[in-house]
C-alpha cells in the first residue's frame, strides 16, 4: 500500500453518509479514484463518525490506497432578525446596521442579530464596515 496521498493536481472528494455506509462501497469509491473522504460533521454523533472513519481506513486498506478524511466542521449559524415589513430592499450604498443589540423589529436602517459576537468579531476588511459597539454599519 502506499504511504502517502499521490500528488495529483486534482483530488476527488466524496462526503459520506448513509447512501455509502458499508466498507464494500467505500472501497469501489476509493478504487475509482476518490482521494479525500468528506465527514459532514452538521448530521450524525461523534460515534457515527468514528465508525465511518474507521470504515474508510479499513475500505482504503483493502484498495491499497491512501485517502484523506476531511472533518467539516460546522461554523456559526447568523440568522437576522425578523422585519416589520417581513421583507426590505436595501439600496446600493445606503448604509444598514447589523445590531445584535437591537430587540425590536428590523426596517430599512437596521436589524437586529441572533449572533450577538459578530459585530466584534468581523473586521473591516472581511466587510468594509466601520464597527461601533455591538453594531456592524454596513
Known amino acids: 500500500m502506499q504511504d502517502r496521498i499521490p500528488r495529483h493536481a486534482t483530488k476527488i472528494v466524496a462526503t459520506i453518509g448513509p447512501a455509502s455506509n458499508t466498507v464494500e462501497i467505500l472501497e469501489a469509491m476509493i478504487r475509482a479514484k476518490v482521494s479525500v473522504v468528506r465527514l459532514n460533521f452538521s448530521h450524525g454523533k461523534a ?51 447589523l445590531d445584535g443589540d437591537r430587540t425590536e423589529l428590523g426596517d430599512v436602517n437596521a436589524v437586529g442579530l441572533d449572533y450577538k459576537e459578530l459585530p466584534r468579531e468581523v473586521k473591516k476588511a472581511m466587510c468594509s464596515c466601520s464597527m461601533m459597539a455591538s453594531s456592524c454599519w454596513m
Request: net charge positive; aromatic share 4%; hydrophobic share 45%.
Open 47 to 97: 460515534q457515527d463518525h468514528i465508525d465511518r472513519a474507521m470504515m474508510v481506513r479499513e475500505a482504503s486498506r483493502r484498495a491499497g490506497r491512501v485517502v484523506a478524511i476531511m472533518a467539516d466542521l460546522q461554523g456559526p449559524k447568523i440568522r437576522v432578525g425578523k422585519f416589520a415589513e417581513g421583507k426590505v430592499q436595501l439600496e446600493n450604498g445606503m448604509p444598514f446596521v
